[in-house]
């Protein structure tokens, strides 16, 4: 299985785990500079044995990081690091493996190049993204991939995808965490945005400015259907809310992705709670 090259610094290899959650696919990450004698890997993926031989054969490995928990990030980290030597590090020490936890702003020299580490809480209370600044488009997968030439390249984790929205893991994960992060990346400006899970993004701070007016939208549908259904959000809220407003929120949804519904429900509905408690 060869890599694609998805910018001047960066090359995917994707895991062979479809889904309706993972999309095509876990994207693995390979970053190397031009002189660099080895990677930095963000995302082992899944622990699948010919994804993990295939990172294995694409040359040496200094560094591992992951950009959260979820095993479909995490799961070939302990066998990627027996195989290479690699250290593991991550936000949460629990998925650190020989590395010590990684801190919102760290400035990481390897692989030929700069890695800046960002915290954005809200897909899940450990997600990361990872700001290259050195970074400019190449022979990337998305049409218009030359905007962001220049401007660096985030690798986003779960906290943007290729295509469709995100999933707030509540209540390890939190709507006003996930909206402050989304205006942070916004603030990065043109950025290329490379998912875990989609295709290339031309412009971090376009598809950011979409996540956050879907947020927003989606918010006042929530309010909507309490609104319908009589339901003040700071009262205390019975069991089967989060059913009834996802009948009225999301009427078409496709029952594979019927729990991240409900999911997005109770992220939004505590969200108003709070809210209207302030």
Do not use: K, W
């Amino acid at each position: 299985m060869d890599a694609t090259r998805t910018s001047r610094l960066t090359r995917r290899l994707r895991a062979p785990n479809p889904g309706p959650m993972t999309l095509d696919g876990t994207n693995s990450y390979l970053i190397r500079g031009t002189d660099a004698a080895a990677s930095v890997l963000v995302d082992p993926g899944p622990l699948d044995e010919s994804h993990v031989a295939a990172l294995v054969a694409s040359g040496p490995i200094e560094l591992i990081l992951v950009t959260h928990g979820h095993a479909d990030h995490t799961a070939a980290s302990a066998r990627l690091a027996a195989l290479t030597g690699a250290r593991v590090r991550a936000f949460d020490a629990d998925y650190c493996i020989g590395g010590a936890p990684l801190r919102d702003g760290e400035r990481i020299a390897a692989a030929g190049t700069e890695i800046v580490v960002l915290h954005t809480p809200g897909h899940t209370a450990d997600s990361l993204c990872f700001l290259l600044p050195e970074d400019a488009a190449g022979d990337a997968d998305s049409a218009g991939a030359d905007a962001g030439a220049g401007s660096g390249s985030v690798l986003t984790g779960d906290t943007i995808l290729g295509r469709g929205s995100t999933v707030i893991a509540h209540p390890d994960g939190t709507l006003g965490e996930y909206l402050a992060s989304l205006e942070r990346l916004v603030a990065l400006g043109p950025a290329l945005a490379l998912p875990a899970h989609g295709p290339t993004l031309p412009s971090l701070a376009e598809v950011g400015a979409q996540y956050l007016e879907h947020r927003r939208r989606r918010l006042d549908e929530v309010r909507a259907a309490l609104a319908t259904l009589g339901v003040d959000p700071a009262d205390p809220q019975p069991a089967e809310l989060t059913e009834r407003v996802t009948a009225l929120v999301y009427p078409d949804v496709d029952p594979a992705i019927l729990p991240a519904a409900h999911a997005a429900v109770r992220a939004q509905l505590a969200h108003l709670a709070a809210a209207s408690a302030r």
